[in-house]
T-cell receptor, first 114, second 113 residues
Framework: GNSVTQMEGPVTLSEEAFLTINCTYTATGYPSLFWYVQYPGEGLQLLLKATKADDKGSNKGFEATYRKETTSFHLEKGSVQVSDSAVYFCALTGTGGSNYKLTFGKGTLLTVNP | KAGVTQTPRYLIKTRGQQVTLSCSPI?????VSWYQQTPGQGLQFLFE???????NKGNFPGRFSGRQFSNSRSEMNVSTLELGDSALYLCASSLAGGPNEQFFGPGTRLTVL
């Protein structure tokens, strides 16, 4: 079945540091890939998405590129802020019969210190 | 446009009781999905409803059930609660389900004592 593996946290960075959160996936065909963010006490918010190979999703300074050859969708940001502190989830929707649900990674807690 | 709303936000129940959670999707969205979030298992898909029909179901026991009304609002019910049912229950809506973007509500935090 489909699965998502993302780097375990927690990740602690200083403000303005570079961020990378690794995400790899297992799926047949061409899944759609997503990064969601969850702030304390809240639900999930879509951060960015990519629906086909080599697509780059971007939002709020975050970027991720759909790499079919390495089955990866790593999240990056050049300069993090304290307000970026949250849990980040990599996710996919499959193709065909499994395209109705999101399969999530375990989540990575990011803490950004001033 | 209003987002996905879930009620109640917090709930405390005891083992053996049953509980009903409610979700109102974004206006115009016809697909509603439910997910359970726990520290141990992470985010797991429960089921999806579209036009009042359950289209898909995850690997949860029959104690977990749901329904969708003609206005797309959805409820999920958990009967005979167990301690392990303590979790954040998230509802997500989308226009038509499938690979379309899903918008999440704030969740209902259920604690089973």
């Amino acid at each position: 079945g489909n699965s998502v593996t993302q780097m375990e946290g927690p990740v602690t960075l200083s403000e303005e540091a570079f961020l990378t959160i690794n995400c790899t996936y297992t799926a047949t065909g061409y899944p759609s890939l997503f990064w969601y963010v969850q702030y304390p006490g809240e639900g999930l918010q879509l951060l960015l998405k990519a629906t086909k190979a080599d697509d780059k999703g971007s939002n709020k300074g975050f970027e991720a590129t759909y790499r079919k050859e390495t089955t990866s969708f790593h999240l990056e940001k050049g300069s993090v802020q304290v307000s970026d502190s949250a849990v980040y989830f990599c996710a996919l929707t499959g193709t065909g019969g499994s395209n109705y649900k999101l399969t999530f990674g375990k989540g990575t807690l990011l803490t950004v210190n001033p | 446009k209003a987002g996905v709303t879930q009620t109640p936000r917090y709930l405390i129940k005891t083992r053996g009781q049953q509980v009903t959670l409610s979700c109102s999707p974004i206006s115009g969205h016809r697909s509603v999905s439910w997910y359970q979030q726990t520290p141990g298992q992470g985010l797991q898909f429960l089921f999806e409803y579209f036009s009042e029909t359950q289209r898909n179901k995850g690997n949860f026991p029959g104690r977990f059930s749901g329904r969708q009304f003609s206005n797309s609002r959805s409820e999920m019910n958990v009967s005979t609660l167990e301690l392990g049912d303590s979790a954040l229950y998230l509802c997500a809506s989308s226009l038509a389900g499938g690979p379309n973007e899903q918008f999440f509500g704030p969740g209902t935090r259920l604690t089973v004592l």
